[in-house]
């Protein structure tokens, strides 16, 4: 059933399912909550209470914002966690594996651990290289006609994103998120959100003191190099602070392509870190 929050005259939607140590799971732009289809309902069966969040622009949440930087988001999930009683784990997808790094970093007392699954974090360098990787330089172009507020674009992006084979519902969440983008505002707000820096939050890199998985697929179009993308967050955070998982085959979206890897390695990280 979907709730809302109101925080600073809109609202967030999202839904609790489940008893037991509170597991927050963000998605990134152009998703709804829906991305963690394939994932809620096993941490909930694991024996967690899982909140699923649409980010402010997306979803059911209100669709018009004035700024959607990660730090605006880390703002909303820290409410959340607060109306609903924490300590989390925080588990973001993309811009928000970065929302999730700032959460951490302004409040620990609410955050036991984070996830990352294929996180944007840190400031990209761009280097003309890159351009020899096809998948990547495919992929780049798809973003660039995203930012400037091509819904084709995006859609296109979306099919680079799932290399190989695409969850059983691709046609449908495909049709869905067509359906979402098409009203007033939200377009407009996924645009906004692939112009955002990630430089807020790879500033906060450092001053993350939870445990952190972050998680990479090989294929993820997004990087030349997914691997080294999470070895350099790894290292940017404490030593000791993070580790790296690589799922290969993956793209850009883990969670909904290779959910049974995906979900392994969160109830490995939960059974460690996750509290009431």
Known sequence: MTQHLTIDGGTIAYDVTGDGPLVVLVPGIGNSRSAYRFVAPRLVDAGYRVATMDLRGAGESSAQWASYSRTDIAGDILALVRHLGGPAVLVGHSI??????????????????????????????????????????????????????????????????????????????????????????????LQKMTQASPADAGAQLGNVRCPALIVEGTLDPDWADPRAEGEAIVAAMPAGTARLEMIDGAGHYPHAQFPDETVSLMLTFLQANARA
Request: glycine letters at 12%; hydrophobic letters at 45%.
């Open 96 to 189: 928000s594996g970065g929302a999730v790094t700032i959460a951490a970093a302004q409040a620990p007392e609410l955050v036991t651990g984070i996830v990352e699954l294929a996180p944007f974090t840190r400031a990209q360098s761009f280097r003309l290289g890159d351009l020899g990787n096809g998948w990547y330089r495919k992929g780049a172009v798809k973003l660039v006609g995203t930012m400037l507020g091509s819904l084709s674009s995006w859609k296109g992006y979306l099919d680079l994103a799932y290399p190989g084979s695409k969850p059983a519902d691709w046609s449908a969440d495909l049709a869905a998120t067509d359906t979402m983008l098409r009203e007033p505002g939200r377009m407009k707000a």
